[in-house]
């Protein structure tokens, strides 16, 4: 079983997985396997963002611009997190767990091999993230979030 993420990262003297910019991201090493990021689609994402701020304790970072409106960063630890965004046109309201991986590319075709639906091929999304997105057996839908 992998190590506590939170006492790897302790042990190696880190906070924080994130980079203060949305256009880079530097991952934090021993948090593979891990849910590092969870992407939630909301109808009203300020009002989700408020909700979660005040009755989770969820702390924002600056939001910015994406496709059909603003996305919201949030963390709830050290090293976790996700986002909020609005509802796209072929989704209903949910989350979305991202895994850490190592590599998006091979845990990708990892994933298709062992009996995943392709949903999304891995995307660079910005400098040093790319996100795939399968459907697990069962109908489960799981992000892989890499290098």
Same mark, same amino acid.
């Given at each position: 079983?992998?190590?506590? #993420? ?9 906070? &924080?997985?994130?980079?203060?910019? !949305? ?18 689609? &909301?109808?009203? #994402? ?14 924002? +970072? !600056? ?8 996305? /919201? ?19 209903? !309201? ?5 895994? /850490? ?8 075709? +990892? ?10 091929? !891995? ?13 697990? #057996? ?8 890499? #290098?």
């Amino acid at each position: 079983m992998p190590k506590s #993420p939170r006492k790897a990262a302790k042990k190696r003297g880190t906070t &924080s997985s994130r980079a203060s910019s !949305p256009t880079g991201h530097q991952f934090t090493q021993g948090l593979d396997g891990w849910i590092t990021h969870t992407d939630l689609a &909301s109808r009203d #994402p300020a009002a989700t963002k408020a909700w979660c701020a005040e009755a989770l304790g969820w702390t924002f +970072k !600056p939001s910015f611009l994406v496709q059909g409106g603003e996305y /919201h960063l949030f963390t709830y630890s050290a090293l976790g997190g996700g986002g909020i965004h609005p509802v796209g046109p072929s989704e209903s !309201p949910g989350s979305v767990p991202f895994v /850490h991986v190592a590599d998006a590319t091979a845990s990708f075709a +990892k994933a298709l091999a062992a009996g995943a639906e392709a949903i999304m091929p !891995p995307t660079r999304v910005m400098a040093g993230v790319t996100l795939a997105l399968v459907r697990a #057996p069962g109908g489960v839908t799981i992000g892989l979030s890499g #290098p």
